[in-house]
Nanobody, 127 residues
Framework: QVQLVESGGGLVQAGGSLRLSCAAS????????MAWFRQAPGKERENVAS????????YYVDSVKGRFTISRDNAKNTVYLQMNSLKPEDTAFYYC????????????????????WGQGTQVTVSS
């Protein structure tokens, strides 16, 4: 069992930055692929970024490439999402997720692949 707790959301002006953190309980954090999803009102949940177990591989949705950076610290059981040059369209509820995902499934973005979810944190970007 893994429990995930996000922090770091808030209100920021366009062009600003925020850093989301997700702290995981348990001793098996390094076993999981970690990801950040976001969901805006009326839209489907979207895989924003993912990071492999050792942190050697990452994925970003096209709309955030060059602006967002996902990282993890397995010693601290924490995954981060550094968000720079924020845009109003980045406004959403952001969720941290953990999944015991196979190499074959790495390229898939389905939320159903992830076993554990945090409660989410709101990010609002004003124009």
């Amino acid at each position: 069992q893994v429990q995930l707790v996000e922090s770091g959301g808030g209100l920021v002006q366009a062009g600003g930055s925020l850093r989301l953190s997700c702290a995981a309980s348990g001793r098996t954090f390094s076993k999981y692929v970690m990801a950040w999803f976001r969901q805006a009102p009326g839209k489907e949940r979207e895989n924003v970024a993912s990071i492999s177990r050792a942190g050697s591989n990452t994925y970003y949705v096209d709309s955030v490439k060059g602006r967002f950076t996902i990282s993890r610290d397995n010693a601290k059981n924490t995954v981060y999402l550094q968000m720079n040059s924020l845009k109003p369209e980045d406004t959403a509820f952001y969720y941290c997720a953990a999944g015991d995902i196979s190499a074959a499934d790495w390229g898939r973005r389905n939320p159903e692949l992830y076993n554990y979810w945090g409660q989410g944190t709101q990010v609002t970007v004003s124009s």
